[in-house]
Every structure is written in structure tokens, then in C-alpha cells.
């Protein structure tokens, strides 16, 4: 009897110690399964990153890229408006000086007549008439380059002369020219000098 409860005990031993390493082994095992999951997860995560910050990186290198493009033409188109605003100042001031150059060519032989009829020996008369060539060919040079003397046929017009006088009378027309004290000039619709009138009525 004794070898029989001395046996069943052994026998519970043995069952609970089978027990008790089966228990173990499944938690070490749930254990492994559990950090195995965990390793990968924490791997899956560092490969997220890994390949989240390269694309970064690559997006800021081909943003830095596209900053440098976008500066260096801006640094051209600067450039070519520079060059472009002194060729235009160039050519401006060229303009000027061959109009200026254009005018004085035509000016010039005035002058020579001017001064042959200073140095000429004769009387009055000829003195006149050589003033009056002299006239003549000033006023011809001026209408090459487009002058012509404004005109008080129709009357007052204030978009082309200025009156410094003016008088009733009746033997004139509302806001006739009456006189011409200095003739005024123009060149197509440009007033070079005003014409200075007395007006009437």
C-alpha cells in the first residue's frame, strides 16, 4: 500500500514537472514569438525612416538644385537688362548727337553767308539783298528739317501763341491777330517758340 501511494506520487511529480516545463516552454516561446515581433517592428519602423529621410533628402537636394537654376537665370535676365538699359542709353544719346549733327549741317552755310555779307564792300542796297539771301537760305535749311513759322491767318490760338496784348476795335475781328511782335515756330505739331501777338476784341 505504501509502494502503491509512494508510486502515484512519483507519478504526480513526474505530471507536474512535465506540467511545469510545458508551461515554461510555452512562455519562452510566446516570449521569443512576442520579441521576434517586436525586433520586426522596430526594424519595419528604422526601414520606414530610412526610406521616409532619403526621399527627403533627395526632394531637398532637387529643390536646392532647382533654387540654384531659377537664381542663376535671374542673375542672367539681371545681366542682359543691364546691358540692354546701357545700349539703349547708348543709342538714345547716338540718336541726339546725330540729330544735333544733322541740324548744324544745315545751319552752317547761313553762317558762311552771314559772314561774307559782314566782310563785303558795297553799298546799301547790295548789303540788303545779301542779308535777305542769307534769310532765304536759313529759312530753306529750316524747312528740310520739318520747322515751318506758325501761322495767324486764322486767328488767336492759344495752343500756339500767346498773347501779350490786346485791344478793342471794332474794325477787327473777334480774337483777330492784330500784330506780330516775335514770329513763333514748329515742327509738325511740336511748338518750338510760341508766336507773340497783340489780339483784338
Not at 532647382?66 to 542663376?72: F, G, I, Q, W, Y
Not at 491777330?177 to 518750338?192: A, D, H, N, R, W
Amino acid at each position: 500500500m505504501k509502494e502503491e501511494m509512494k508510486d502515484s506520487s512519483c507519478a504526480e511529480e513526474s505530471i507536474n514537472e512535465e506540467c511545469t516545463n510545458n508551461c515554461e516552454e510555452n512562455i519562452e516561446s510566446d516570449n521569443v514569438e512576442n520579441n521576434s515581433e517586436e525586433e520586426s517592428k522596430v526594424i519595419n519602423e528604422e526601414d520606414y525612416y530610412k526610406v521616409k529621410y532619403t526621399k527627403e533628402a533627395e526632394n531637398s537636394k532637387k529643390l536646392s538644385k532647382e533654387v540654384e537654376a531659377l537664381r542663376d537665370k535671374l542673375m542672367r535676365l539681371d545681366k542682359e537688362y543691364e546691358n540692354h538699359r546701357n545700349r539703349s542709353a547708348k543709342e538714345k544719346e547716338e540718336i541726339y548727337d546725330n540729330a544735333v549733327v544733322d541740324t548744324l549741317k544745315e545751319i552752317v552755310p547761313a553762317i558762311d553767308n552771314l559772314e561774307r555779307a559782314v566782310s563785303a564792300v558795297g553799298d546799301e542796297s547790295s548789303l540788303r539783298t545779301g542779308v535777305e539771301m542769307t534769310l532765304k537760305s536759313l529759312l530753306d535749311s529750316l524747312a528740310k528739317l520739318g520747322v515751318e513759322e506758325i501761322s495767324t491767318e486764322e486767328g488767336f490760338d492759344p495752343n500756339v501763341h500767346q498773347a501779350i496784348m490786346h485791344i478793342q476795335d471794332d474794325s477787327f475781328g473777334e480774337n483777330e491777330v492784330v500784330e506780330v511782335f516775335q514770329k513763333g515756330y514748329k515742327k509738325e505739331s511740336k511748338v518750338l517758340r510760341y508766336s507773340m501777338v497783340k489780339v483784338a476784341n
